[in-house]
Nanobody
């Protein structure tokens, strides 16, 4: 079992920045690739980005590429999502997730563990 807890969400103006954190605990979380997903009201949960176990491989949705950066600090069992140049359409609940593989994936079904989510609201 891996437990995930997100933090760092909040209200920010368009063009601003936020840094989300995902703290992992439990079974060898460094052996899990991790991802960020988001869900806006009335919409399906969607892929934002993912990072491999080593941190050397990352993948991003086209909508956030160049604005968001994922990193992880395995010694601290923590993954981060640095969000810059935020837009109102980035408003959503952001979830972190973990999958028992070294490789990233864009598919929700490939992730076994999920956090409870943190709200990000970007005002125009």
């Amino acid at each position: 079992q891996v437990q995930l807890v997100e933090s760092g969400g909040g209200l920010v103006q368009a063009g601003g920045s936020l840094r989300l954190s995902c703290a992992a605990s439990g079974r060898a979380s460094s052996n899990y690739a991790m991802g960020w997903f988001r869900q806006a009201p009335g919409k399906e949960r969607e892929f934002v980005g993912a990072i491999s176990t080593s941190g050397r491989s990352t993948d991003y949705a086209d909508s956030v590429k160049g604005r968001f950066t994922i990193s992880r600090e395995n010694a601290e069992n923590t993954m981060y999502l640095q969000m810059n140049s935020l837009k109102p359409e980035d408003t959503a609940v952001y979830y972190c997730a973990a999958r028992p593989s070294w490789a990233t994936s864009r598919m929700l079904s490939r992730y076994d563990y999920w956090g409870q989510g943190t709200q990000v609201t970007v005002s125009s």
